[in-house]
């Protein structure tokens, strides 16, 4: 049932995208100006995405297996059906009370009227899609049907479903992200650009941690741990409030002490090493609540990421990073701490960036951030590791991280009590109970 996994998905993005409407259709009602490129952004998604590639999948695949296989079905899928086939005309009108509004011809009352009522729908499509018709799909769909639409949903070749459109996909909810008001997203006045994936990478062992503890004081933190991570990978470490997940990290990095066990990178046992000799060698992080240097403008922290750098690759680097996330160029010359806190995750991210990792350590880099804000960063980790960037993620949204990692761990107060791929974690009852709140 795999197909139900990826559908399941695609409507939490979708949901996301709905109250991101509302929000900026209540702020409209408030007085703040219409952006037609922000709205023409979210336009965009939902003609390619939801039209052109979430409903095609369902009306190809799993509608008609339900029909064959429950005559109740057939209620439930016409009226989903006559939503799918409505969806275009639906979007060409608020395309085209956007233009009215822009032009002063319509007032901004009206256009988030519309815009309320177009939210409305969405979110009823998708509650009886989960509530309806993928209850039904699991009661009578076959093993045998489950075979072919979940072949069909996890093609990666295909045109319309596979890596290609997934990276097309990104780069549109991109844009969204940069161009929503910095109230709930990054405030640009530009869209960012995810560069297009990179040849594929090795996957021999990076990272090789053994028998790794650490002490704070008499308290010891990490109790033997031993983890692997292959070039190219995207490992998750997950666990809840003081399993030890944000030591495990400082430990790598170098910034807390190893009492015991090696850690071997690229080949070369760094246990001993300082911080900044770690760092040289290629472990970047962008650590737990952003940390971002204040006083300091953004260029300045992007600069101090790419100390230990040469000096001459310093602006292509940050031309780089402010092609991903353009608020950050147009605010360069600001101080850091008058960001807002999604562009201070952007501007952390961005600084691990600058020092051209080997190894990314991600900690926490969700937290606290908007909705929109929270799938933007899962967003732009999907794009760099389909860049074949190697990174280590530590979340405690641990259904995110899994759902996107090639492999992952469960920490459990400084020892690892679980590890498999994502998608064996996420299938883990004692995982689903434990962290997913399944």
């Known amino acids: 049932m795999e197909a139900l996994r990826i559908i399941t998905e695609e409507h939490q993005n979708l949901w996301r995208i709905a109250t991101t409407i509302d929000q900026v259709a209540d702020e409209m009602q408030a007085g703040s100006k219409v952006d037609p490129a922000f709205f023409g952004a979210i336009f ?3 003609e390619q995405f939801m039209d052109g590639c979430h409903h095609a999948k369902e009306d190809e695949y799993l509608f008609p297996a339900l029909r064959q296989r429950s005559p109740e079905a057939a209620v439930v899928i016409d009226r989903l059906q006559v939503e799918h086939r409505n969806g275009p005309e639906v979007l060409k009108s608020l395309r085209e009370q956007l233009a009215a509004t822009a032009a002063g011809t319509l007032g901004n009352t009206e256009f988030a009227e519309a815009l309320r009522i177009y939210t409305q729908s969405l979110k009823a499509h998708i509650r009886t899609e989960e509530k309806d018709a993928m209850p039904l799909a699991r009661e009578v769909l076959t093993a045998e049907d489950w075979t072919v639409i979940d072949r069909a949903f996890l093609d990666n070749s295909d045109p319309l479903f596979g890596d290609q459109a997934a990276a097309e996909f990104r780069q549109l909810f991109h844009r969204i992200a940069s ?3 910095d109230s709930i997203g990054l405030g640009a006045h530009s869209a960012g650009i995810l560069q297009p994936g990179a040849s594929k990478v090795s996957g021999d ?4 941690v053994s028998g790794l503890e650490s002490c704070y004081g008499r308290i010891k933190a990490l109790k033997g741990i031993d983890l692997e991570v292959r070039r190219g990978e995207l490992v998750a470490l997950v666990g809840a409030n003081g399993a030890g997940k944000t030591t495990f990290l400082r ?25 900044d000799l770690r760092m040289r060698r290629g472990i970047c992080q962008s650590p737990e609540g952003r940390q971002v240097f204040g006083p300091l403008s953004i260029e300045d922290n992007l600069r101090l990421g790419a100390y230990t750098q ?23 010359d600001l101080p850091a701490g008058t960001l807002s806190g999604g562009q201070q995750q952007m501007l952390a991210i961005g600084r691990a960036l600058m020092g051209r990792p080997k190894l990314l350590l991600l900690d926490e880099p969700s937290m606290g951030l908007a909705p929109l804000l929270v799938q933007e960063v899962f967003n732009v980790i999907k794009a760099l590791k389909a860049q074949g960037m190697t990174i280590l993620l530590v979340e405690q949204n641990a259904f995110a991280a899994l759902a996107i990692a090639d492999r ?9 009590t679980l590890t498999g791929s994502g998608q064996e974690l996420i299938s883990n009852e004692q995982v689903r109970a434990a962290y997913l709140g399944m």
Request: negative net charge.
């Open 408 to 416: 992952g761990y469960v920490l459990e107060t400084g020892n690892v």
């Open 205 to 208: 062992v990076l990272l090789s």
């Open 179 to 181: 161009l929503a008001p």
């Open 310 to 332: 040469p000096k001459h690759q310093v602006p292509e680097d940050m031309e780089k990073v402010f092609a991903m996330f353009p608020i950050l160029k147009e605010k360069r």
């Open 251 to 275: 430990t790598l990095s170098g910034v807390q002490p190893a009492s015991a066990g090696r850690i071997v990178f690229d080949g070369e046992d760094i246990v001993k090493l300082r911080a």
């Open 44 to 46: 965009d998604y939902i």
